[in-house]
C-alpha cells in the first residue's frame, strides 16, 4: 500500500515539474535574466550531475579523489571531446573503469 | 508535402531526425534502467510496481533515491526528497518553453510527461537549422522513453540475478559527460560548469541530493555575472 502511494506522489510531483512551464506558466513573459539565466542550465546541471560521480565512491559515500572513476571519467571527456560520440565515450570510460577498479 | 501524422509540414523528417539522434544514447540509458528496476526490486517493490514506478514516476534519480529510502523513511519525506531531485524538471520545463509555441494542450502535457535530461540535452543540441524542433523533441523522448521501459523491465525480472561488482551504473554519468562537452562553448557556460562541480563535490553530504540543486543554481549565478560582465565591457 505504502509502495504504491510512493509510486503516485512521485509521479503526480514529478508530472507537475515537468509540466510547470511548458504547461502551466505558458504565455507568460519571462524576465530578461530568467531567460538568459536559462542558457547556462545544461552547463551547469550536468556538471552537478557528473563531478560527485568522478570524486566519491558510490554506496559507501566517502571522499575518493584520483581514484579510477576520475581517471575513467577524465578520459571518457578526451574522448568525448575528440569523437562527439557517446559510444566511443561509455566505451573507453567503462572499459578504463573495470582495467583500473 | 504535409506529413498526415504531423502538424506542421517536414514534421516527420524532424521526427525521426530527432529519433535517431538518441540512438547513441541508448546503450547509456540501458544500463541505467536495469540499475533502477534491479534496485528498486531488491528494496522490495514487486517486479509489478518497479514497472509502474517507471511508467508512472518516469524519473530514473528519483527512482534510485526512492528505492534507497525505502524502509527507513516516511513517504511523504521520499516523495518530497525526490521532488528535489526533480526540481531540474522545472529548469528544462522553463528553458523549453520558447519552442513550444503553437503546440496544443493536451499534447503539450504528453510532451511535458516525457521531459528527461536525456531527451532534453539532445533537443537543445540539435542542429541550428532544425525547422521543427517540438517534432525533433518528440522523437528523442519516444525512443528514451521505450529505452527507459524496457531497460527498468529487465532490470525488475532479472532482480538479484546480476553481479552487483559490474560498475554498470557508471555509464551515466559517462553519458552526462558526452552531453556535456558540446555545450561548453562559451566563457559563462564553462564557468557555470565549473562553479557547479566545486560546489555540488564541496556540498556532497546534504540530505536529499541538494548539493546537486545548489551547485546548479550556483554555477548559473556566476555564468550570469560574467556574462552581464562582459556585455557591460561591450
Redesign the interface.
Known sequence: M??????????A???M???????L??GRK?PE??I?????????????????????T?GT?T?APFGP?LA??LL??AV??KT????L??IA??GL??IL? | MTEPCMSSPGGSSSFWQGLRAFVPLVPGVMPFGMVAGIAAVQAGFSPLQSMAFSLIGYAGSAQLVAAQMLGQTPALLIILATLVVNLRFAMYSASMLPLFDGVPLARRWLLAYGLTDQSYAVTMGRPAAEPHPVAYYTGATVLMWLTWQVGTATGALLGAGIPASWPLEFAVPLSFIALLVPVLKSQPQVLAAGVSAVIAVAAHSLPFRLNLILGAVCGMAAGLLVQRWKERQG
Open positions: 505504502t509502495i504504491w502511494l510512493l509510486i503516485l506522489g512521485v509521479g510531483g514529478s508530472l515539474l515537468r509540466a510547470s512551464f511548458l504547461v506558466l505558458r519571462l535574466g530568467v538568459l539565466s536559462l542558457g547556462l542550465v545544461p552547463a551547469a546541471v550536468l556538471a552537478a550531475l557528473i563531478a560527485p560521480e568522478l570524486l566519491y558510490p559515500g571522499f572513476r575513467a571519467g571518457a571527456a568525448a571531446w562527439r560520440n557517446l559510444l565515450t561509455l570510460g567503462l573503469l573495470l577498479d
